[in-house]
Every structure is written in C-alpha cells, then in structure tokens.
C-alpha cells in the first residue's frame, strides 16, 4: 500500500516535470512579481501567443542569477547592473537586452524627522539621514536596490554603519513593512511602494535624481534547452506590443509603474551584437569604458544633470512616474 | 564546493557573525522550548492521565493544534505586537522576545501533544499500585510520568526540532535584522536568495549538528534517569 501510494506520487511528479520541461523557466526578481507586472505581461503575451508556456519563478536578483549559471531558468528579469555584467562576462548569457526602468525613492516617515525633502541629490538625502541619527533600514540582501544604496552611500562618503542603520535581509515587501512599523527610512523601487502605499505610514520624501533610476534587463541564459521560445518572449517584450503592455500596466490609482526603454534612449537602447557592452547601470560615478562605446560619451559624474539619462527621459522619469499630488515644479 | 568543508571552514574561520548568529538561534529556540515545555508539559499530561467527557474532542483539539502553519503563528503574533495591534505599545516587534513568543506558541502544541500520548500509554494499574503502596495522589502522578519519560524527552525534543528549524514565523515577527534578529534559518534563507548556495547548505548542515547535539544531551539526561533505584 505504501509502496503504491509512494510509486504513484513519483509519477505523478515525473508527469509533471515532462510537461514543464516544455516550458520556458522565466526567473524574475520579486519587484517585477510583487507590482503585479509579471502577471499582467504573461497574460498579454498568451492572448498573443495562445499556449505559450512560461514557468515565473520570483527570486532576488543574486539567485536568479545562480539559476542561470547552473543553467535552472532560461530567462531572467533582472536589476542588478554590476551582477549582470559579470553574468553575462563569465559566458553564461547569451543576450542582455534593457527592456524598462522605474526609480528609486527614499521614503520615511510622513513628518520627516530627519528633513531629507529639502535635499538637491540622493546621495545628500542619505547623508542627512545619517547625520540625524535616524533609522535607516537597509535590504542588506545583495539585491539590486541594496547594491544601488551602497554606492548611494559611497558617493554620500559615509560608511553605513552604527545602531541609526539595520540590515534586515528581506525583500522589498518586508522591508517597507517594518520601516513602517518603526519609523524608519528605506530607499525602495517606486513600483514596489506604490502597490503597498495603503498599507503604509511611509511617503516619498526624495525623488528625481538621476542616481535613482533602475533599469531592468532580461537575459537568454546561454546553453538554455528553450533558447527559441525565451528568445520569442524577449522579442515579444521588446516589440512595440510589449512595450504597450509594460507602459499600460497602472496601480489602482492610475499611475505608471514602468517604463518600456523606446528606441530613442540610446542609453538604454539594446542593439544587435552590442547589447552586451550596454552600460545599463545609472549614473553611479563609477567611470566605465565600455558605457562611452556605446553612448558615444565619456563616462559621466554621479550626480550631474547631464548623466546618461538624456533629458527628454529624465523628464518623461520625473513627471510620468509622479502622481500629480507629488509632482514638482520640475515637470511643469 | 564540499558544503560540509565550507561548513567546517566556517565555524574554524573564527567568523564571529556566524557564531552569534548560532548562540542568538540557540538562545531563542531554547528558551521558547523551556516555556513551552512549562505550558505544554502539565496540559498533556494532565489531559493523558485524567478521564473525563468530551476527552476525546479534546484529545482531537490538542492534536490539531499540531497542524497549525507556522506562518500563521508569525503573523498572529504580528498582528497583536503591530504599532496598530493591542499590544503594540510594549514595541516588542522586530525584536528577539517577538520570536520567543511566536516559537513558544509552535512549540507548545507538539510538547502537549505528544506527552499527552506517552502519557496516556502508562498502564493506569500503576497508578493505583502505587496508591496501595502508600503513595500519595502527586506521587502516584510523578510516578507515572516517570516510566513515560523517554517519551515526554521524545516530545521535548519534537518542540526543539519543529522551532528550530522554523523560518516563517521569526522571519515575520523578528524581521532577520543583521545583529538583531537573525538567526540560523533566516540567514539560509537570506543567502539562497543571494545565491549563495553552498553557504546556505553549509548552514543547514551546522544547524543540523547542532540539533544533533541537543538530541544527544537528551536521550543522555533519559539514560541517567534510568540509572536511579526507583526508591530514591
């Protein structure tokens, strides 16, 4: 009986691993999954393309780029600039393709003990914190929000560290729910906290500067069973139809949560047989060679308004993104 | 890479972070074992050696209890400790009593349960000889559950395993904060997520270790039990 009942459970897994051996394994990062995005852009591809078969999996930036290296997922959804290159150096990427971006935001609490509103960069906004003492609570998980703070932090030139900065080793959900709770700032993708904002005694106390933007890239894992089928996703999302869907997804207030990278941007616009040089990361002061390959321009300063963004897409990052209630004399 | 090498090299590199992250889990665990073996331990036995209507229900009640998700007990004890909850003004969120609670509240349920059966297994004929024998009602009792006490260690040990390695519940109330409140099961999650596979399997293998230490010291502390006349 026994024997039966374990023979007929290995079975039934071995069913169901042959039907999704069919399937392309899209590893994502939890952002993408959390906002809701995930869901919305598989729904419009299928409709697109009946019987597509596409296994999510959501997981931090750092595993699902272990996924790919032992050669686990087929595609993935990631954010984590610094991380991806070394995927894609280490020859385990066959194509890094930016696909959208939405922003950093610091949020804190709504009475701002600390008075980071007033600040004129991100990385003066964090020092602020710093210097009042405040709590500061950090992903401190490697992901690609917690490897942006970090240079946020190096180019604000404070170490962080001291009992005004915790780690919590969560994602992002989490994360904005104890600062919640304790009154703490966080620095957070903006998608993320506007499908939380109900739920949270938090507001966006720093926003719009160029070091705040977050690029989401996908990658066809090299050597992937399913290379066809995830490369017909990647062209899906990269087709004007894909971009619609990106851009069409809003919150229930009716805002934007990402934004679909337009051929215009040539920052962030991927070409054949160059993608992989594209210096996706935003204007971290780390001066790189390759971005001005592809840019056509020297390495930028962190922090200065001339970066890599292009100022149509800055503005386009600044005002679309901000809910009129938000939105500064900035976007006009 | 050999995860048992990694977890050896760990714990010989002198990295102090991984120890008083193993002392934190141990201080945790152990004190919601000690609580929960104080509630859980009288309760199942006092349901396992009584007979009474509706024992039954409350039998099924008892075991049921085993049954409930960790997580569910997390958030619960989220909910009450929240700033919002009814006891949000002790600030105890995110904070290593928040995880003893939580862990107090798994536990408890395996403790009762599971000496509510040894205790139940004890031939009633002891009791009553002892009785004879000129024995009060207590130590007829004491008695009793010391012929079963190789299966109320059995259910101490159960409480130990299911809050050791529990991660739901102290992830949501204790938050994995770095120094805080992160502990061995957090951690293994924090460094999967990371993708740092052999570090994670590492850790489950000391975390496994130790279990098997604290399961040693127990059946040791049954064994010189047994070594006593039983006329002390």
């Known amino acids: 009986m026994l024997t039966a009942s374990w023979l007929a459970a290995a079975l039934l897994a071995a069913g169901c691993a042959r039907r999704g051996s069919e399937a392309v394994l899209l590893a994502t990062t939890t952002s993408v999954e959390d906002s809701g995005l995930l869901a919305h852009l598989l729904e419009a591809y299928r409709q697109e393309v009946p019987g597509a078969a596409i296994r999510p999996l959501a997981v931090g930036s750092g595993e699902a780029l272990e996924l790919g290296r032992r050669g686990d997922a087929d595609l993935l959804i990631v954010h984590h600039p610094s991380e991806e290159e070394a995927f894609v150096a280490g020859g385990y990427g066959e194509a890094r393709v930016p696909i959208m971006f939405n922003d950093f935001v610091v949020v804190g609490p709504p009475a701002d003990p600390a008075g980071v509103a007033s600040s004129s960069a991100a990385s003066e906004a964090l020092r602020t914190i710093a210097n009042s003492g405040e709590l500061f609570l950090s992903r401190g998980d490697n992901s690609g929000t917690h490897d942006r703070e970090l240079e946020l932090w190096g180019a604000a030139d404070v170490a962080p560290e001291g009992r005004w900065y915790q780690e919590a080793g969560q994602g992002m959900g989490p994360v904005l729910q104890m600062a919640s709770e304790r009154g703490a700032y966080v620095l957070t993708d903006r998608s993320t906290y506007y499908a939380m904002e109900p739920h949270l005694e938090l507001a966006v106390l720093f926003e719009g500067d160029p070091q705040l933007r977050n690029v989401y890239s996908v990658i066809i894992v090299r050597g992937s069973l399913r290379e066809a089928q995830a490369r017909a996703l990647l062209d899906w999302l990269t087709s004007p139809d894909g971009r619609r869907a990106i851009d069409g997804y809003l919150d229930s207030y009716g805002r934007p949560l990402f934004h679909s990278t337009t051929p215009g941007d040539e920052a962030l616009e991927a070409r054949p047989g160059r993608s992989q040089t594209t210096r996706t990361r935003g204007a971290s002061g780390a001066p790189d060679s390759r971005a001005s390959e592809v840019t056509g321009r020297p390495g930028t300063e962190a922090g200065t308004p001339e970066g890599p963004m292009r100022p149509t897409l800055r503005a386009r990052l600044l005002c679309r993104s901000v809910p009129p209630a938000h939105a500064d004399a900035r976007c006009g | ?232």
């Open chain 2, 1 to 232: 890479m050999n995860p048992l090498a990694e977890a050896w090299r760990l714990l010989t590199s002198g990295d102090l972070h991984l120890w008083e992250i193993v002392l934190r889990s141990l201080y945790i665990s152990g004190t919601a074992l000690g609580l929960a073996t104080l509630v859980g331990l009288p309760i199942g036995a006092a349901i396992g050696l009584s007979r009474f209507r509706l024992r039954g229900p409350t039998v099924a009640f008892v075991n049921t209890a085993l049954a409930l998700p960790p997580v569910v007990v997390g958030l619960a004890v989220y909910l009450l400790l929240s700033r919002s909850g009814p006891l949000g003004a002790l600030e105890m969120l995110y904070s290593p009593g928040a995880m003893i609670l939580a862990q107090t509240a798994i536990a408890a349920p395996y403790v009762a349960a599971i000496s509510l059966a040894a205790a139940s297994e004890v031939p009633p004929d002891l009791q009553l000889q002892a009785r004879a024998l000129g024995a009060s009602r207590l130590e007829a009792v004491l008695i009793t559950l010391r012929e079963a006490r190789a299966s109320l260690l059995a259910a101490v040990a159960a409480g130990f395993g299911a809050i050791i390695s529990e991660v739901g519940a102290v992830m949501i109330v204790g938050g994995n904060i770095l120094g805080e409140t992160r502990v061995m099961t957090t951690a293994i999650v924090l460094e999967t997520r990371r993708g740092n596979f052999g570090l994670a399997i590492a850790l489950g293998a000391i975390l496994l270790t130790i279990a098997l230490a604290i399961n040693l010291l127990l059946v040791s502390i049954g064994r010189a039990d047994l070594r006593r006349p039983w006329s002390s």
